[in-house]
Protein backbone atom coordinates (compact mmCIF):
# COMPACT_ATOMS: atom_id res chain seq x y z
CA UNK A 1 0.00 0.00 0.00
CA UNK A 2 1.23 3.48 -0.62
CA UNK A 3 -0.45 5.86 1.26
CA UNK A 4 -0.32 9.86 0.89
CA UNK A 5 -1.29 12.05 3.46
CA UNK A 6 -2.80 14.67 2.33
CA UNK A 7 -4.79 17.73 3.31
CA UNK A 8 -4.27 21.45 1.57
CA UNK A 9 -4.93 23.26 4.71
CA UNK A 10 -1.79 23.80 6.87
CA UNK A 11 -0.91 22.69 9.97
CA UNK A 12 -3.79 20.36 10.00
CA UNK A 13 -1.59 17.56 11.59
CA UNK A 14 -0.51 15.54 8.17
CA UNK A 15 2.99 15.43 9.32
CA UNK A 16 2.27 13.93 12.72
CA UNK A 17 -0.16 11.71 11.65
CA UNK A 18 3.00 10.52 8.73
CA UNK A 19 5.37 10.18 10.65
CA UNK A 20 3.62 8.29 13.64
CA UNK A 21 1.51 5.71 11.42
CA UNK A 22 5.10 4.97 9.43
CA UNK A 23 7.01 4.33 12.32
CA UNK A 24 4.01 2.45 14.29
CA UNK A 25 3.40 -0.07 10.83
CA UNK A 26 7.37 -0.17 11.41
CA UNK A 27 6.73 -0.92 14.80
CA UNK A 28 4.54 -4.00 13.58
CA UNK A 29 7.77 -5.42 11.47
CA UNK A 30 6.83 -4.66 8.48
CA UNK A 31 9.32 -2.62 5.81
CA UNK A 32 8.09 0.84 5.23
CA UNK A 33 9.27 3.80 3.69
CA UNK A 34 8.40 7.55 5.24
CA UNK A 35 8.62 10.25 2.11
CA UNK A 36 8.67 13.67 3.13
CA UNK A 37 7.19 15.46 -0.10
CA UNK A 38 7.09 18.87 1.75
CA UNK A 39 10.34 21.41 1.33
CA UNK A 40 9.74 22.09 4.88
CA UNK A 41 11.23 19.19 5.76
CA UNK A 42 9.53 18.69 8.68
CA UNK A 43 9.08 14.66 8.82
CA UNK A 44 12.74 14.32 7.57
CA UNK A 45 13.75 16.75 10.56
CA UNK A 46 11.57 14.37 12.77
CA UNK A 47 13.87 11.08 12.41
CA UNK A 48 16.96 12.74 10.30
CA UNK A 49 19.58 14.90 11.09
CA UNK A 50 19.23 17.36 8.03
CA UNK A 51 23.43 17.79 8.04
CA UNK A 52 23.27 13.66 6.87
CA UNK A 53 20.68 14.79 4.05
CA UNK A 54 23.10 15.18 1.09
CA UNK A 55 20.36 14.27 -1.76
CA UNK A 56 16.93 14.09 -1.40
CA UNK A 57 13.44 13.62 -3.06
CA UNK A 58 13.98 16.80 -4.71
CA UNK A 59 17.11 15.18 -6.69
CA UNK A 60 15.08 12.06 -7.47
CA UNK A 61 12.01 13.59 -8.56
CA UNK A 62 13.85 16.04 -10.84
CA UNK A 63 17.04 14.18 -11.96
CA UNK A 64 16.05 11.02 -14.46
CA UNK A 65 19.54 9.73 -13.29
CA UNK A 66 18.95 9.69 -9.60
CA UNK A 67 16.95 6.82 -8.44
CA UNK A 68 15.10 6.64 -5.75
CA UNK A 69 17.01 4.16 -3.62
CA UNK A 70 20.13 6.31 -4.49
CA UNK A 71 18.71 9.39 -1.73
CA UNK A 72 16.69 7.12 0.37
CA UNK A 73 18.45 6.71 4.52
CA UNK A 74 17.62 4.58 7.53
CA UNK A 75 15.80 5.89 10.40
CA UNK A 76 16.68 5.20 14.15
CA UNK A 77 13.12 3.31 13.93
CA UNK A 78 14.21 -0.35 12.64
CA UNK A 79 12.15 -1.15 9.77
CA UNK A 80 11.79 2.43 8.43
CA UNK A 81 13.80 4.49 6.53
CA UNK A 82 13.05 7.16 5.09
CA UNK A 83 13.56 9.50 1.41
CA UNK A 84 14.17 13.21 3.13
CA UNK A 85 13.05 16.38 1.05
CA UNK A 86 14.68 19.51 1.85
CA UNK A 87 14.20 23.03 0.79
CA UNK A 88 15.59 22.70 -2.88
CA UNK A 89 12.06 20.84 -3.50
CA UNK A 90 10.44 24.27 -3.62
CA UNK A 91 11.60 24.60 -6.88
CA UNK A 92 10.32 21.65 -7.93
CA UNK A 93 6.98 23.00 -9.99
CA UNK A 94 9.32 25.23 -11.78
CA UNK A 95 11.60 22.60 -12.88
CA UNK A 96 8.83 20.62 -14.64
CA UNK A 97 7.18 23.19 -16.15
CA UNK A 98 6.11 21.78 -19.21
CA UNK A 99 7.09 18.40 -18.73
CA UNK A 100 4.93 15.29 -20.48
CA UNK A 101 5.19 13.15 -17.71
CA UNK A 102 5.28 16.21 -14.60
CA UNK A 103 2.29 14.19 -12.51
CA UNK A 104 3.87 10.55 -13.01
CA UNK A 105 7.59 11.45 -11.85
CA UNK A 106 7.09 10.01 -7.93
CA UNK A 107 5.23 7.22 -9.48
CA UNK A 108 7.22 6.15 -11.83
CA UNK A 109 10.36 6.34 -9.58
CA UNK A 110 8.29 4.46 -7.04
CA UNK A 111 7.33 1.18 -8.84
CA UNK A 112 10.80 -0.82 -8.42
CA UNK A 113 11.07 -0.27 -5.09
CA UNK A 114 7.52 -1.76 -4.69
CA UNK A 115 8.66 -5.29 -3.56
CA UNK A 116 12.08 -3.83 -1.28
CA UNK A 117 9.14 -1.50 0.80
CA UNK A 118 5.52 -2.97 0.88
CA UNK A 119 4.46 -0.12 2.86
CA UNK A 120 4.97 3.99 1.93
CA UNK A 121 3.21 6.73 4.05
CA UNK A 122 3.80 10.02 1.79
CA UNK A 123 3.85 13.68 3.59
CA UNK A 124 2.56 16.09 1.23
CA UNK A 125 2.80 19.80 1.21
CA UNK A 126 0.17 21.90 2.33
CA UNK A 127 -0.52 23.22 -1.09
CA UNK A 128 -2.83 21.15 -3.60
CA UNK A 129 -0.15 21.79 -6.16
CA UNK A 130 2.28 19.45 -8.49
CA UNK A 131 3.57 17.60 -5.48
CA UNK A 132 0.44 16.79 -3.78
CA UNK A 133 -0.68 15.87 -7.50
CA UNK A 134 2.82 13.79 -7.66
CA UNK A 135 1.60 11.94 -4.04
CA UNK A 136 -2.09 11.39 -5.30
CA UNK A 137 -0.77 9.55 -8.77
CA UNK A 138 1.70 7.42 -6.96
CA UNK A 139 -0.66 6.34 -4.07
CA UNK A 140 -3.28 3.40 -3.72
CA UNK A 141 -4.89 4.61 -0.95
CA UNK A 142 -5.40 8.68 0.62
CA UNK A 143 -5.36 9.76 4.43
CA UNK A 144 -7.09 12.96 5.56
CA UNK A 145 -6.04 14.19 8.57
CA UNK A 146 -8.62 16.58 9.63
CA UNK A 147 -8.03 18.92 13.10
CA UNK A 148 -10.85 19.42 15.24
CA UNK A 149 -11.24 23.12 14.89
CA UNK A 150 -14.21 25.89 14.02
CA UNK A 151 -12.72 25.56 10.29
CA UNK A 152 -12.10 22.24 9.84
CA UNK A 153 -14.27 21.43 6.65
CA UNK A 154 -13.09 24.89 4.69
CA UNK A 155 -11.26 23.63 1.79
CA UNK A 156 -12.15 19.68 1.75
CA UNK A 157 -14.33 20.80 -1.56
CA UNK A 158 -10.82 21.74 -2.93
CA UNK A 159 -8.93 18.19 -1.97
CA UNK A 160 -12.42 16.33 -3.20
CA UNK A 161 -12.39 18.06 -6.78
CA UNK A 162 -8.22 17.45 -6.88
CA UNK A 163 -8.85 13.61 -6.09
CA UNK A 164 -11.64 13.28 -8.62
CA UNK A 165 -9.55 15.23 -11.13
CA UNK A 166 -6.76 12.66 -10.78
CA UNK A 167 -9.09 9.71 -10.30
CA UNK A 168 -10.41 11.18 -13.95
CA UNK A 169 -7.32 10.27 -15.47
CA UNK A 170 -3.83 9.66 -14.23
CA UNK A 171 -5.09 7.23 -10.90
CA UNK A 172 -8.47 5.78 -11.08
CA UNK A 173 -7.15 3.64 -8.48
CA UNK A 174 -7.21 5.80 -5.90
CA UNK A 175 -9.57 5.32 -2.63
CA UNK A 176 -9.70 7.20 -0.06
CA UNK A 177 -8.74 5.51 3.08
CA UNK A 178 -10.17 7.53 5.51
CA UNK A 179 -11.01 10.72 7.67
CA UNK A 180 -9.22 10.90 11.24
CA UNK A 181 -9.54 13.53 13.19
CA UNK A 182 -6.47 15.33 14.93
CA UNK A 183 -5.95 17.35 17.66
CA UNK A 184 -9.43 16.97 19.28
CA UNK A 185 -10.38 17.93 23.08
CA UNK A 186 -12.85 15.41 23.94
CA UNK A 187 -13.70 17.81 26.93
CA UNK A 188 -15.50 20.50 24.85
CA UNK A 189 -18.59 20.90 23.42
CA UNK A 190 -17.08 22.67 20.34
CA UNK A 191 -15.01 19.64 19.39
CA UNK A 192 -18.33 17.39 19.55
CA UNK A 193 -20.15 19.27 17.24
CA UNK A 194 -16.98 19.52 14.88
CA UNK A 195 -17.28 15.59 15.44
CA UNK A 196 -20.76 15.84 14.47
CA UNK A 197 -20.00 17.97 11.75
CA UNK A 198 -17.08 16.27 10.28
CA UNK A 199 -19.63 12.50 10.57
CA UNK A 200 -22.52 14.11 8.49
CA UNK A 201 -19.92 14.78 5.23
CA UNK A 202 -17.37 11.74 5.05
CA UNK A 203 -19.87 8.99 7.38
CA UNK A 204 -17.94 5.94 7.54
CA UNK A 205 -14.49 6.92 6.09
CA UNK A 206 -13.75 8.70 9.74
CA UNK A 207 -11.95 6.85 11.60
CA UNK A 208 -13.16 5.49 15.12
CA UNK A 209 -9.86 6.54 16.48
CA UNK A 210 -9.34 10.44 17.35
CA UNK A 211 -6.48 11.43 17.81
CA UNK A 212 -6.65 13.92 21.20
CA UNK A 213 -4.04 17.05 21.61
CA UNK A 214 -1.25 15.59 23.31
CA UNK A 215 2.18 17.15 24.30
CA UNK A 216 4.01 14.35 23.93
CA UNK A 217 3.07 14.11 19.75
CA UNK A 218 4.45 17.66 19.84
CA UNK A 219 7.64 16.54 21.67
CA UNK A 220 8.62 13.36 19.93
CA UNK A 221 10.11 15.10 16.90
CA UNK A 222 12.42 17.07 18.70
CA UNK A 223 14.09 13.73 20.33
CA UNK A 224 14.14 11.96 16.43
CA UNK A 225 12.28 9.07 17.80
CA UNK A 226 8.79 7.80 16.94
CA UNK A 227 6.16 8.68 20.03
CA UNK A 228 6.14 4.44 20.66
CA UNK A 229 10.10 4.87 21.81
CA UNK A 230 9.52 7.72 23.43
CA UNK A 231 6.58 8.00 25.12
CA UNK A 232 5.06 4.41 24.49
CA UNK A 233 2.65 4.85 27.39
CA UNK A 234 0.82 8.15 25.96
CA UNK A 235 -1.84 8.41 24.50
CA UNK A 236 -0.49 9.75 21.56
CA UNK A 237 0.83 6.14 20.75
CA UNK A 238 -1.85 4.15 22.01
CA UNK A 239 -3.87 6.09 19.06
CA UNK A 240 -1.36 6.27 16.49
CA UNK A 241 -1.34 2.64 17.26
CA UNK A 242 -4.81 2.09 17.01
CA UNK A 243 -5.40 4.01 13.75
CA UNK A 244 -2.15 1.86 12.02
CA UNK A 245 -4.70 -1.36 13.18
CA UNK A 246 -7.70 0.57 11.31
CA UNK A 247 -5.35 1.60 8.78
CA UNK A 248 -4.39 -2.17 7.99
CA UNK A 249 -7.84 -2.99 8.79
CA UNK A 250 -9.57 -1.05 5.52
CA UNK A 251 -6.34 -1.64 3.43
P1 LIG B 1 1.93 21.74 7.52
O1 LIG B 1 0.68 22.03 6.73
O2 LIG B 1 2.69 22.97 7.90
O3 LIG B 1 2.78 20.70 6.86
P2 LIG B 1 0.88 19.66 9.15
O4 LIG B 1 -0.48 19.51 8.57
O5 LIG B 1 1.91 18.69 8.72
O6 LIG B 1 1.41 21.14 8.93
P3 LIG B 1 1.73 19.08 11.82
O7 LIG B 1 3.07 19.66 11.58
O8 LIG B 1 1.63 17.61 11.97
O9 LIG B 1 0.70 19.61 10.74
O10 LIG B 1 1.06 19.71 13.13
C1 LIG B 1 1.03 21.13 13.32
C2 LIG B 1 1.47 21.43 14.76
O11 LIG B 1 0.56 20.82 15.66
C3 LIG B 1 2.84 20.84 15.10
O12 LIG B 1 3.49 21.70 15.97
C4 LIG B 1 2.50 19.54 15.80
O13 LIG B 1 3.49 19.13 16.71
C5 LIG B 1 1.21 19.88 16.50
N1 LIG B 1 0.34 18.71 16.65
C6 LIG B 1 -0.05 17.85 15.69
N2 LIG B 1 -0.87 16.90 16.19
C7 LIG B 1 -1.00 17.18 17.52
C8 LIG B 1 -1.72 16.58 18.60
N3 LIG B 1 -2.49 15.51 18.44
N4 LIG B 1 -1.62 17.15 19.83
C9 LIG B 1 -0.87 18.26 19.99
N5 LIG B 1 -0.17 18.87 19.04
C10 LIG B 1 -0.23 18.35 17.81
MG1 LIG C 1 3.61 18.99 7.53
Not at 4 to 32: E, F
Amino acid sequence: MIIAVANQKGGVGKTTTAINLAAALALRGRRTLLIDLDPQANSTMSFLDMATVTQSIYEAIADPAVALKDIILPSPVEHLSVAPSRIALAKLEAKLVGEMDAHFRLKDKLEPLRREFPNVVIDCPPTLGLLTVNALVASTHLLIPIQSSYFALEGTDDLLETIDKVRSRANPNLHILGVVITMHDKRTALARDIRTQIDKVFGKKVFKTVITKSVRLEESPAYKESIFKFAPDSSGATEYYRLCEEVIDRV
